[in-house]
C-alpha cells in the first residue's frame, strides 16, 4: 500500500488516540476524508449516531466547493445560507475532529479495525488561541491570489479561506524559503521587508531586516547581495535590487531623530563574555548575547569600532556615520566597548572572570608576494593604507601609484589613492574577467581615470630616491591550465619583461588574521591557513570556553558571513553558557522555491507578472567625485523604491516578516510549527475528496488566461457572489463594465475526447447562474450553447422552462469550437450556426463576456491518494465501486461517495454521504458510544426565586470594536444599569482563557443572567453558553449583544454613532436577559423499533441496513412477494444482473434476524411523532396488527405510465422500453423482427414532457446497445429532444452511436407524429432539428419510452402519513439540496421510485441514506425535547385549529379530552419534542394563547421598550 | 440602585428603526454585511427572531405605539 509508512515506533504517544477495541476487534470511530458537503453530512450523521468521527481536509478549512456557490438550483437558495449551519453543526460537534491541512498517508488493518497514518501540514496558527479577529490581515504585506474567489481578486499570505469558514481561525500560506532569503548567510527576509517597503511600511521593513542583521545601513551599501544572484526575477528580467532598497529603507529610517535604546536587563551577572575585536562578527555576537541576558565585554585594539567596516571600506562607498550609529545601536544595549585596548593574554581574561571568550579579530594583516623589493620603504599593504586613511593618517604617495591586485579591496585602494590626487595604475596578473571585484567597482574606477593593467606580472620593485619607488619590474602572462580556483593560470610570457614607473606599490592580493597574540601554549589550536581551528557547526576553538568567529576562521570572507558567523557563535556560546550541548537542534527545513520558467510564463500570461527592468540609481557623475570622499552611489526616492518593491515575485508567499505575531493578541502565530503523523485506528472510512474543476487554460481555442473577459463558470459564480470579490456586480474584467450580452459554453471539459463522462452539474448550472444574472439585470441578453439539456433530477425540466420561457434565457443546440477576441474592445466572436435559419447558416456574433461551464474532474490529489491507499480507480479517476455495494470501494469497509464516485450535484452527493454513514452503522453498531464523550456539566442551580443579577461582558476583540466604540465607556453604561451587578470588559471575550474567567465571575460574583456584549450569536452563542453552563445557570439565562458584526463594523465612520448604538444593544439585551427564564429539556424514550413501508429494492435495502444494526424493522409490502420494479428488470446496466439482485435481496430479507417481513399488507393508519409512533398493518386476510416504531421509511415505489400517446395499447408492435425488456429476456434476438427490420424509439412521451423522468434515455440506450448486440442487423432509429445519459453513463452513449444506432432531435413544437392506418405498416413522421428535414420512418417496432410515474394512491398515502407531494406527485423532501431523505415532519424518510425516478443503485443509496438519518433517533434511548418551543396555555385555547393549520411541521394537534377556554373539551397541544420553535403557530394564534419559550411576547417587547424608552428602564425590568 | 439617564444618550430626534430578523437568513445577512464593512444607517437595530413567521402584527402596532419611526421585517 502506502510507500510512505512510517514504523510504529515513530507514533508521538501523546497525539496518539486512547483506542478501546471491542472484544469483536472493531472500533467505534470512523474516518472521513474530505469535508465538503458530502464529508459534513457522512461526519454529522455518524457522530449523531455514536460514533467518533475524524474529518480530514486538506485545505484550511471545511466546506468544500458549495461554499463557493453564490445560489443553489432549484430553489435559488443562498448556498452559504444552506451550508453555514453545517459548517458550524461539523465544528461544534463534541465527536468530530476536525483535521485540517491533513492528508491520509497509509492505512493497514481491515474492515472494523483499520489503522491510518495522518499527515498535518502545519497552518502557523493556533487554532485553541487564535479567535478570528483579522488584526493579522490587516498587517500581512504578502499579497497572493484570491484561490476562494478562484483568482479573481487579491489576498494576503495569512487568511481565512472564506468569512464563515470553519474551523474560524486564520492560516497561513507558505510555499517555502525565498530564493533570495535561502542565498542569505544570515537568512535575510529580503522578501518580506521588499514587500513592506512596497507598502510605504519603512520601520516594520527595518524591523524585519534587524532581526536578522544588525547593519542594514551598511549591508544595504556594500554586501555582496548573494541574494540578489539567487532572485527568480532574472528568469523574467532582472533580479530586484535589493541591496537598494535595504539602503533605502535604513537611511529613511535613519533621517528621523535616532530613538535612544534601552539597556537590556542582565539576567546572568556572573557569566560574562570577552569578546576580542569589535568588527561586524564581534559586534553582532555582543548583540545576541547581551539579548539573551549575558554581560559582554569586547575588547578592540583600534581607536575606533567597526573593524573593516571602518578601517577597511573607504568613505565614498560606505560613510562613517553610518557605521558609528549601528555600532552604537549595539553598544547602547550594554556592552562595555574597550577601544584602544589589545589583548595578549587569554590567561589572563579568564582569570578576570570571564567564563567564555570569542576571538572575532578579523583579517587585519596584509599580504606581501614574495617577489624582490616587497619590502622597500614605498611598498604598501591594502589593510593598512586603507586603516590610515580612513583615521586621517594620510601617506605621502608621489605622483604615480600601482595598485597590484584587482579584487574589491584592489579597487578600494586604487579609488582612494585617486582621490588622494595620485595617478593610480591597476596592475593584474590575470584577464579582467578572472577579476573578483564587482562589475560596478571596476565601471567606477575606470569612469574614475584609472588604468588597468590586465595579464600583467610584478616581478620585481625597485627603490627610486628617499622613500619613494623608480617602479617595477613587470611580466606579461596568458591563461594557462585552469588552476584550484577555476581559473586559468597566468604562464609568463617570454621575453615580455617591461618597467613600470612609479612612486609607491600598494598590494591589494590578500589578507589574514593577526593571531600573533595567540601563544602556542594558550590551548587554542592554529591550522595550517593561519585560521583558527574550530569545529565548523558550534565555532567552538580547541580549548574550552574558547570560541572564534568571523574572518579569523574563514579567512577573509563578506561582511554579511562575519555577522552571519556572529550569530551563530552567539548561539553557541550561550548554549554553553547554560550548560547546554553545543549541537542544536536540527529543525526540519522548508523547501527553496524555485519558480520554472514554465511556472513564470503562465504567471505573464495571465497578468500577474508584467515584464520591467530594475529602476536604476542614481550616480554622481565621476567628474564630481574624484576630488572628494563622498558617497558615489545615491539611493531610491520613495516612489522608485516603492516602485521597485513591487517587482517582487513573492516566492515563498509569507515571508515571516513577522508583522503578524506582532499584531497578534493572543499569541496564537507560531511561524516554527512543524509538520505532524498520527496514527488513528478507526472502524470505517469514507473518501468524499471531491472533484476540481477542469483547467479551462488547457482548452486553449477559447483563450482563458488570454481573454480578459473569458471567465469559468465557478468564476461567475464568484462574481454573482454578494460576498465574492465585485460584491455580487457583474463586471467584466477588462474594464470593469456591466456587460451587455453573455454565452455559456458548456462541456469545456466533458464529453470529449479526454473526458468520456458528463459531469452532470453544468447544465443546470449555467442554466442558473444565467437566472441569477438576469434577476440582477433583467436586460441582459443571455445565450447558452449546449448539445443537450441534461435536467435530469427533481425540479430541474421546471427550472430550465423557466429560464427560457420567464426569464428569456436563449439556448443553442450547438458546441463552440474557438472564441476570437476583438483586441481593443475585448469583446469576444463567436462562430455558430443560426438557429432560425432552416439551412443553419454559420454567422458569426459578438459577446462581452463569455462563461465556460467547465466540467468535474479526479485531482492529482485525489488519485495519489487512492494509488497510495490501493483503492481501485477507473480511467478517468473516478472511484471503481463494487456494484451489489455501490458505495464500498475495492477494500471492504472503505467507502467513496459524492463526485469521487462519478460526477453529481449536491443532493446526491448527500444521499451518498448518508448511505455510506448507514452501511458503516450497520456493521459496526455493537461499537456505538464506545469512542465518544459527552461533555458533563454541574448540577443546574435554581434560581428562579431570586432577584435579577446580571452581568456584562464586552469585548474589544482586538480592535475590531475597540477600534470604533469607546468600550470603557460603554462598559461603565452597562455597569449602571438595572440589576447589572458586574460589568467589564476584555481583550477577547471568547478566548479560552476569558471563557474560564467568565464561569469564574458567576460563581464570584453569583451572576444568575449574563449579557456578552461581542460578535454573532449564530457563530459564538453557544459558546458562551457552556460557559455559564460550567457554573450551573441554565443556557437560556444568557443574550448576546452583537457590538461588532452590527454595529463597530457597519458605522465604522462614525465611532459616536457606533458607541451610542453599542449602548442601545446592550440595554436591550439587558432587558430582554432579565426576563429570560431557565428552559428545561425532557427526556423521551425512544421505541428502538422501524416500520419500511414497501418491499422493492429501497424497501428492503432499507429494512437491511436498520435490521443489521439490531434495530426490529417490519418491512410492509402490499403485494405477494418482495422487489417492487426490480421484478421488470432483467438486462443489467452493467456488470450486476438486476434478477440476480432481486434474488440476493430476497435471501438476506428472508434471513435477515429482526425482520419481519408483512406481505400482502398496507399500513391502515400511523400515529405519534419520532420516537414514539404507532401505526396499524392491515394483512391480505385482514387481520390487524399495531405496531410501535421510533422512525419510518417510506419506500412505496412507483409505476411505468401506459398512457395513449402514440397508439400505446392499439397495436402490438407499438411497446414500452418495459414491454421491449421483458420481451428480450424471453427472446433476445426478437425473431419476429424481419432481417435488416427496423426498430424507432420515442423519448419524452407523456408526463415525460412535462419532467424529466431520469432513467428513460438509460434505458432506452441499455435497450438499443442489447439489441444491436444480438440482432447487428438491425437499424435502430431514437427520436429524442436531448439524451440525458449523466456522469459515466454519457459512455454508454458514445458506446450506443458506435454501434450504429441513429439519433434525430425533435423539439416540443414538432413532435413526432404517428400516421398509421390500421393494420398497416407502421408510419412516424418527425422533423429533424439538425438536416431542418422531414424524415418518415415505417418501423418493424416501435418502442416508447414511458416515463416513472408516482402511483396513483401517492394522495392517500401522504395523508395517513402527514407527509407532503410535490407537484408531480412525487415525495417532497424537507430541503431538495441538504435534506434529501427527510420529509419535513422528523421521524420520517423517504427512498427510491416513490421520491423521484431512479435507477436501482440510486435506489438502494438513497434507502441506505435513510436507513442512516433514522439511525440516528433510534440509536438513542431518548429524544430531548423542550428549550425554545411553542407552549399551549390550554386554558386559553378555543380550539379553532389555526395553529394545526399554519404549522409547517404539522405538530400541532387538538386533545379532546383536554378542556380549552371556558372548560370546553378540545386544546391545542404541541409536543415539544417535535417543535421546530419557528413561532409560526404563536403569531397567528387569535387568542394569544400560546407563547414561544425564550422568544416571548413579553422578552421582545422588553427589547423595544429598552430601545424607545431607556428612562423606562428600572420600571420595565421591576 | 441608579438608573439615570444621559441625555446624549436618548436624543429625541434620533431616528430608531426596529428590524426583526430571521436567524437563518437575515440576521446571517446581516453579520456577513459587517464582515463585508457595508455601511448603513446606525438607527436600525436588529431583533434576532428563530423565524419571521414568529412576528405578529399586535407586536408590530407596538413597536409603533412605542415610537419606532420604521419597522423591517426581514426573513
Redesign the interface.
Known amino acids: 500500500m502506502g510507500q510512505n509508512s512510517i514504523p510504529s515506533s515513530s507514533i508521538d504517544p501523546n497525539t496518539a488516540a486512547p483506542i478501546r477495541i471491542n472484544p469483536n476487534g472493531k472500533v467505534g470511530s470512523v474516518l472521513v476524508v474530505g469535508g465538503g458537503i458530502s464529508g459534513m453530512q457522512s461526519a454529522l450523521d455518524l457522530a449523531d449516531q455514536g460514533f467518533k468521527v475524524y474529518l480530514v481536509e486538506k485545505e484550511t478549512a471545511i466546506g468544500g466547493k458549495m461554499a463557493q456557490l453564490d445560489k443553489t438550483f432549484p430553489t435559488n437558495d443562498?448556498a452559504?445560507?444552506n451550508i453555514?449551519?453545517k459548517l458550524v453543526e461539523t465544528g461544534r460537534h463534541p465527536n468530530i475532529e476536525i483535521i485540517t491541512n491533513g492528508t491520509i498517508h497509509h492505512i493497514s488493518g481491515q474492515k472494523g479495525n483499520f489503522s491510518v497514518q495522518i499527515w498535518q501540514e502545519p497552518r502557523y496558527i493556533d487554532i485553541e488561541k487564535c479567535v478570528a479577529c483579522n488584526d493579522c490581515v490587516e498587517v500581512c504585506p504578502v499579497i497572493v491570489p484570491d484561490v476562494f474567489n478562484e483568482d479573481l481578486i487579491q489576498r494576503t499570505a495569512v487568511f481565512k479561506e472564506y468569512?464563515?469558514a470553519i474551523p474560524n481561525a486564520l492560516a497561513i500560506q507558505k510555499a517555502g524559503v525565498a530564493p533570495c532569503r535561502d542565498a542569505c548567510p544570515t537568512g535575510q527576509r529580503a522578501q518580506g521587508y521588499i514587500a513592506l517597503i512596497r507598502e510605504g511600511r519603512w520601520d516594520d521593513a527595518l524591523r524585519v531586516i534587524k532581526m536578522d542583521n544588525p547593519f542594514p545601513g551598511i549591508c544595504g551599501r556594500i554586501c555582496n547581495h548573494r541574494c540578489e544572484d539567487a532572485c527568480n526575477r532574472s528568469k523574467v528580467d532582472e533580479p530586484i535590487d535589493i541591496r537598494a532598497l535595504k539602503r533605502y529603507v535604513t537611511d529613511k529610517v535613519y533621517e528621523n531623530p535616532r530613538e535612544k535604546i534601552e539597556p537590556v536587563e542582565i539576567l546572568y551577572p556572573d557569566k560574562k563574555v570577552a569578546i576580542i575585536g569589535a568588527g561586524p562578527c564581534g559586534l553582532t555576537a555582543a548583540q545576541d548575547i547581551i539579548n539573551d541576558g549575558f554581560p559582554v565585554t569586547i575588547f578592540e585594539s583600534l581607536p575606533v569600532a567597526g573593524g573593516m567596516l571602518r578601517v577597511g571600506v573607504p568613505e565614498y562607498r560606505l560613510p562613517a556615520e553610518i557605521v558609528d550609529r549601528e555600532v552604537q545601536d549595539i553598544v547602547d544595549l550594554g556592552v562595555d566597548l574597550q577601544l584602544n585596548h589589545r589583548v595578549d593574554d587569554l590567561d589572563q581574561l579568564f582569570k578576570s572572570g570571564f567564563q567564555a571568550i570569542l576571538i572575532a579579530v578579523g583579517a587585519h594583516e596584509g599580504v606581501r608576494p614574495p617577489i624582490p623589493g616587497a619590502n622597500l620603504p614605498g611598498v604598501l599593504v591594502s589593510t593598512n593604507f586603507l586603516r590610515d586613511v580612513s583615521l586621517d593618517i594620510f601617506p605621502d604617495l608621489g605622483k604615480k601609484v600601482v595598485v597590484v591586485g584587482a579584487g574589491d579591496v584592489a579597487m578600494d585602494v586604487a579609488r582612494t589613492a585617486l582621490r588622494l590626487d595620485a595617478e593610480v595604475h591597476v596592475v593584474y596578473r590575470r584577464r579582467a574577467e578572472d577579476s573578483s571585484a564587482g562589475e560596478e567597482e571596476i565601471r567606477h574606477a575606470k569612469e574614475e581615470g584609472i588604468e588597468f593593467h590586465f595579464q600583467t606580472n610584478p616581478t620585481e620593485i625597485i627603490s627610486g630616491s628617499g622613500d619613494k619607488l623608480s617602479g617595477m619590474w613587470c611580466v606579461d602572462t596568458e591563461p594557462g591550465t585552469v588552476d584550484k580556483s577555476g581559473r586559468p593560470k597566468p604562464v609568463p610570457v617570454p621575453e615580455s619583461k617591461h618597467f613600470l614607473e612609479c612612486d609607491t606599490v600598494i598590494f591589494a592580493v590578500g589578507q589574514r588574521a593577526g593571531l600573533a597574540f595567540i601563544p602556542d601554549d594558550a590551548g587554542v589550536g592554529i591550522t595550517d591557513k593561519n585560521t583558527i581551528a574550530i569545529n565548523p557547526n558550534t565555532f567552538a576553538a580547541t580549548r574550552e570556553g574558547v570560541f572564534a568567529a568571523g574572518d579569523s576562521i574563514f579567512g577573509t570572507a563578506y561582511v554579511i558571513e562575519a555577522i552571519s558567523s556572529g550569530h551563530t557563535v552567539a548561539r553557541s556560546i550561550v548554549r554553553y553558557l547554560q550548560g547546554k550541548h553545543l549541537e542544536p537542534e536540527r529543525k526540519p527545513p522548508l523547501p527553496v522555491v524555485e519558480l520554472s520558467h514554465q511556472d513564470l510564463q503562465e504567471r505573464i500570461a495571465r497578468g500577474e507578472v508584467e515584464r520591467k527592468p530594475r529602476v536604476p540609481l542614481p550616480e554622481i557623475d565621476a567628474a564630481d567625485r574624484m576630488d572628494n570622499f563622498n558617497e558615489v552611489v545615491k539611493g531610491y526616492d520613495e516612489a522608485s523604491a516603492m516602485e521597485e518593491a513591487a517587482r517582487c515575485l513573492a516566492c515563498g508567499i509569507c515571508s515571516e516578516c513577522m508583522s503578524c505575531v506582532f499584531a497578534c493578541g493572543t499569541d496564537a502565530i507560531d511561524h516554527d510549527m512543524v509538520s505532524t503523523e498520527k496514527t488513528i485506528q478507526v472502524g470505517g472510512i469514507i473518501l468524499a475528496p471531491g472533484y476540481k474543476t477542469y483547467p479551462a487554460e488547457k482548452s486553449e481555442e477559447f483563450g482563458f488566461g488570454r481573454f480578459p473577459n473569458v471567465l469559468t463558470s465557478i468564476q461567475f459564480e464568484r462574481l454573482l457572489s454578494?460576498?465574492g470579490p465585485t460584491?455580487g456586480h457583474i463586471k467584466r474584467p477588462s474594464d470593469g463594465v456591466l456587460p451587455k450580452k453573455i454565452a455559456f459554453l458548456q462541456c469545456i471539459g466533458s464529453r470529449d475526447q479526454n473526458h468520456s463522462y458528463c459531469s452532470s452539474i453544468c447544465c443546470m448550472a449555467a442554466t442558473k447562474e444565467a437566472v441569477i444574472a438576469k434577476e440582477h439585470h433583467p436586460e441582459l441578453d443571455i445565450h447558452i450553447f449546449q448539445m443537450d439539456m441534461r435536467s435530469f433530477s427533481k425540479g430541474y425540466w421546471d427550472y430550465f422552462k423557466r429560464a427560457r420561457d420567464q426569464y428569456g434565457v436563449h439556448y443553442h443546440h450547438c458546441r463552440i469550437s474557438g472564441i476570437l477576441e476583438e483586441p481593443d474592445s475585448h469583446n469576444l466572436i463567436l462562430r455558430h450556426p443560426a438557429d432560425s435559419d432552416p439551412a443553419n447558416t454559420i454567422i458569426h456574433e459578438t459577446f462581452d463576456m463569455v462563461v465556460l461551464s467547465v466540467g468535474m474532474e479526479i485531482s492529482d490529489d485525489v488519485r495519489i491518494l487512492g494509488q497510495q491507499l490501493g483503492i481501485s480507480l477507473l480511467p478517468e479517476g473516478f472511484s471503481n465501486c463494487q456494484k451489489g455495494s455501490p458505495l464500498e470501494t475495492n477494500l471492504p469497509g472503505v467507502y467513496a461517495v459524492g463526485p469521487f464516485r462519478s460526477p453529481k450535484d449536491i443532493p446526491e452527493s448527500v444521499i451518498e454521504a448518508s448511505g455510506a454513514a448507514g452501511v458503516i452503522s450497520s456493521y459496526l453498531s455493537d461499537v456505538r458510544f464506545t469512542e465518544t464523550t459527552t461533555r458533563e456539566y454541574p448540577i443546574e442551580q435554581d434560581i428562579s426565586c431570586e432577584p435579577p443579577r446580571i452581568g456584562v461582558f464586552v469585548c474589544h476583540c482586538g480592535s475590531n470594536i475597540a477600534g470604533y466604540i469607546d468600550v470603557p465607556q460603554v462598559t461603565e453604561?452597562a455597569a449602571?444599569?438595572?440589576?447589572v451587578v458586574h460589568a467589564e470588559s476584555n481583550l477577547y471575550s471568547c478566548s479560552q482563557d476569558s471563557i474560564k474567567h467568565i464561569t469564574e465571575t458567576i460563581t464570584e460574583q453569583n451572576l444568575n443572567r449574563v449579557v456578552v456584549a461581542s460578535c454573532?450569536?449564530?457563530t459564538h452563542q453557544p459558546l458562551f453558553q457552556d460557559s455559564i453552563r460550567d457554573a450551573g445557570l441554565n443556557p437560556y439565562l444568557f443574550e448576546m449583544a452583537?457590538i461588532?458584526?452590527?454595529?463597530s463594523?457597519?458605522?465604522?465612520?462614525?465611532d459616536q454613532?457606533?458607541t451610542?448604538?453599542a449602548?442601545?444593544?446592550i440595554r436591550?439585551a439587558v432587558a430582554k436577559v432579565n426576563k429570560h427564564s431557565a428552559q428545561e429539556t425532557i427526556d423521551v424514550p425512544v421505541q428502538k423499533n422501524a416500520l419500511v413501508v414497501g418491499g422493492g429494492a429501497a424497501g428492503i435495502s432499507a429494512a437491511l441496513t436498520l435490521a443489521e444494526q439490531g434495530f426490529p424493522v417490519h418491512l410492509v409490502e402490499k403485494d405477494d412477494n418482495l422487489g417492487g420494479q426490480l421484478r421488470n428488470l432483467h438486462i443489467p446496466l452493467n456488470e450486476y444482473d438486476p434478477q440476480q439482485l432481486l434474488k440476493d435481496l430476497r435471501i438476506k430479507a428472508q434471513d435477515q434476524k429482526g425482520l419481519t417481513t408483512h406481505l400482502n399488507s398496507t399500513v391502515i393508519s400511523t400515529s405519534g411523532f419520532k420516537g414514539n409512533f404507532t401505526s396499524q398493518i392491515e394483512s391480505g386476510d385482514g387481520g390487524i396488527t399495531s405496531i410501535q416504531h421510533g422512525v419510518t421509511i417510506l419506500a412505496t415505489g412507483g409505476e411505468e405510465y401506459r398512457g395513449p400517446e402514440y397508439g400505446y395499447g392499439t397495436d402490438p408492435r407499438i411497446l414500452t422500453q418495459q414491454d421491449l425488456e421483458e420481451r428480450l429476456s424471453k427472446d433476445s434476438t426478437l425473431k419476429a423482427v424481419p432481417l435488416n427490420g427496423s426498430i424507432v424509439m420515442i423519448q419524452c412521451v407523456g408526463p415525460a414532457e412535462e419532467y424529466c423522468s431520469r432513467i428513460c434515455c438509460t434505458n432506452a440506450l441499455k435497450n438499443a446497445k442489447a439489441l444491436k448486440s444480438s440482432r447487428p442487423d438491425l437499424q435502430i432509429h431514437i427520436l429524442y429532444r436531448d439524451i440525458r445519459v449523466y456522469g459515466l453513463m454519457e459512455q454508454l452513449y458514445t458506446e450506443v452511436r458506435d454501434l450504429g444506432v441513429l439519433f434525430f432531435r425533435y423539439n416540443d413544437e414538432q413532435k413526432p407524429d404517428l400516421e398509421t392506418p390500421p393494420g398497416r405498416v407502421l408510419q412516424i413522421k418527425s422533423w429533424d432539428l439538425s438536416l431542418g428535414k422531414q424524415i418518415k420512418f415505417e418501423p418493424d417496432l416501435l418502442v416508447l419510452s414511458m416515463p416513472v410515474i408516482p402511483h396513483s394512491d401517492m394522495n392517500n398515502l401522504a395523508n395517513r402519513f402527514k407527509v407532503s407531494l410535490d407537484q408531480d406527485g412525487f415525495f417532497l423532501e424537507a430541503h431538495v439540496k441538504l435534506r434529501p431523505v427527510d420529509f419535513s415532519s422528523e421521524g420520517i424518510y423517504m427512498a427510491g421510485l416513490a421520491h423521484y425516478p431512479k435507477l436501482i443503485e440510486e435506489s438502494i443509496i438513497q434507502a441506505q441514506a435513510a436507513a442512516s438519518r433514522a439511525s440516528i433517533i433510534l440509536s438513542q434511548d431518548t429524544l430531548k425535547a423542550g428549550g425554545?418551543v411553542a407552549v399551549v396555555a390550554q386554558g386559553e385555547c378555543t380550539g379553532c385549529l389555526t395553529c394545526v393549520r399554519v404549522c409547517p411541521f404539522e405538530v400541532p394537534i387538538i386533545q379532546s379530552e383536554v378542556p380549552g377556554v371556558g372548560q370546553t373539551l378540545g386544546a391545542a397541544y404541541v409536543e415539544p419534542a417535535i417543535c421546530q420553535?419557528?413561532?409560526?403557530c404563536?403569531?397567528?394564534c387569535p387568542a394569544?394563547a400560546i407563547d414561544?419559550m425564550h422568544?416571548t411576547?413579553s422578552q421582545?417587547?422588553a427589547?423595544?421598550?429598552a430601545?424607545?424608552?431607556?428612562?423606562d428602564?428600572?420600571l420595565l425590568m421591576l | 440602585m441608579q438608573w439615570s439617564i444621559n441625555p446624549v444618550n436618548n436624543a429625541p430626534d434620533q431616528t430608531q428603526i426596529v428590524a426583526y430578523c430571521c436567524k437563518h437568513c437575515a440576521y446571517a445577512a446581516a453579520d456577513l454585511a459587517g464582515g463585508l464593512r457595508m455601511q448603513y444607517p446606525p438607527s436600525v437595530k436588529i431583533i434576532e427572531l428563530p423565524c419571521t413567521g414568529r412576528m405578529d402584527v399586535l407586536s408590530l402596532l407596538e413597536a409603533f405605539e412605542q415610537g419606532a419611526d420604521g419597522i423591517m421585517v426581514a426573513g
Not at chain 1, 449602571?976 to 440589576?979: D, K, L, S
Not at chain 1, 463594523?1049 to 462614525?1054: E, F, L, N, Q, T
Not at chain 1, 430601545?1507 to 428612562?1511: A, I, R, T, W
Request: net charge neutral.
Open positions: 443562498c452559504m445560507c453555514s449551519p468569512p464563515q454578494a460576498s460584491m453604561y449602571a444599569m438595572p440589576f454573532t450569536p449564530l452583537n461588532r458584526n452590527q454595529c463594523w457597519v458605522h465604522s465612520a462614525d454613532a457606533a451610542l448604538k449602548k442601545e444593544l436591550m425554545s420553535g419557528c413561532g409560526i404563536v403569531a397567528e394569544q414561544l422568544y411576547d421582545l417587547k427589547k423595544v421598550t430601545l424607545l424608552h431607556p428612562e428602564l428600572t
